[in-house]
């Protein structure tokens, strides 16, 4: 790949969480706009696989170690505050405020969070979860990052000529919720929001972080073009047309094309879609993404009663910026700076060789 900085390649990425996340706010506000922004979890998932891959992969690479010991500790001190911080707050608000919408439910869901255990608790009946649903994506990730670094350590001690059964299998992880649904009967959310089905997606992106690692792969600008009319389509249309895309073969191809288009940006360090992914308003909101992913259901949900005219979801899109930069000054910024104890001087060197190879 084309050489990056470290801080153009990060600059990228929280461009394209702060896309992501947006999507996702706009169809939680259950406006008409954008029906299918819920994608914005796809894309979330390719970015992840992505990123995390091509850090542990430099590590290994360069010093022919990984600890897992500091990934996990890393992992916990990214994500669980912010969360056990959400969960309290309305865990308490749902306890005490009498006649809040679906209140025994959200309480099961800050109990399903923390506890990392959404994802199947959505598979079987999302609706059990309230406001707290969101998190289900957190319960895949988290399933996810307790097997992967293992498997991504074996795999670079196997021999060269056996490291094809690994991406015939990624193949079968792809399409094997789609055989399930079609041939199993299952409904749609176990088809939506099981950790088992929606593995294809994280390992999309690692998959693509591996072999940008060994060749020279460059995504022509039409390709991304075509990716982000399609994906932007899909989102705007999807609930108007009579036919199920996501059902059918749409959680493979929503994945792939986040794919071509994260793989694209990472290799841009110019133009004007890089600067506009890695303007400060775009990285402002993509560093906040992970707090107002976790915070924008529940107070879209307690600020119903103000209606839905152009001044209450204005102020709905206020507060939900607001609270969420708060946390994340607050709570979020002290735990990433103790977070970066927990790297090693070789894992500071693979940080900084996964960015330039980007």
């Not at 998959?207 to 932007?232: C, D, E, F």
Request: proline share 5%; hydrophobic share 55%.
């Amino acid at each position: 790949m084309c050489s990056a900085s470290k801080n153009e390649v990060l600059a990228s990425a929280d461009g394209l969480r702060a896309l992501a996340v947006l999507a996702v706010v706009v169809f939680h506000a259950r406006t008409t706009l954008l029906p299918g922004g819920y994608i914005g979890v796809d894309v979330f998932f390719v970015l992840s696989g992505f990123l995390i891959t091509q850090i542990i992969s430099a590590e290994i690479m360069r010093s022919g170690a990984f600890s897992f010991k500091n990934f996990y500790l890393r992992r916990a001190l990214r994500l669980f505050p912010a969360l056990f911080l959400v969960a309290s707050v309305w865990a308490l608000i749902y306890w005490l405020v009498p006649g809040i919408p679906q209140a025994h439910e959200s309480l099961v869901g800050t109990a399903a969070a923390i506890t990392y255990s959404s994802s199947w608790i959505a598979a079987n009946h999302a609706a059990d979860l309230g406001s707290m649903l969101p998190t289900w994506s957190l319960s895949v990730e988290e399933h996810f990052y307790l097997v992967w670094p293992i498997l991504l350590v074996l795999g670079f001690k196997l021999p060269k000529q056996w490291r094809w059964v690994a991406f015939t299998m990624l193949g079968l992880v792809l399409v094997y919720p789609v055989i399930m649904f079609l041939t199993a009967g299952w409904s749609q959310d176990r088809l939506y929001y099981a950790p088992d089905t929606r593995a294809g997606q994280l390992l999309v992106g690692c998959a693509a972080a591996l072999l940008l690692n060994r060749m020279q792969v460059k995504i022509p600008s039409v390709v991304a073009l075509g990716s982000a009319v399609v994906l932007v389509g899909f989102a705007f249309v999807d609930g108007r047309i009579p036919v199920n895309v996501y059902s059918r073969g749409g959680i493979i191809l929503i994945p792939l094309l986040g794919l071509v288009i994260v793989v694209w940006a990472a290799q841009r360090t110019r133009g004007v879609v890089h600067r506009f992914l890695s303007s400060k308003p775009m990285v402002w909101v993509g560093q906040r993404s992970y707090g107002i992913y976790l915070w924008n259901l529940p107070l879209i949900g307690a600020l119903a009663f103000l209606g839905s005219s152009p001044g209450a979801l204005a102020a709905k899109a206020v507060l939900c910026l607001a609270v969420p930069a708060a946390s994340y000054a607050w709570m979020e910024k002290p735990c990433l700076k103790l977070k970066d104890r927990f790297y090693t001087k070789a894992e500071r060197k693979a940080l900084s060789a996964a960015a330039e190879n980007s």
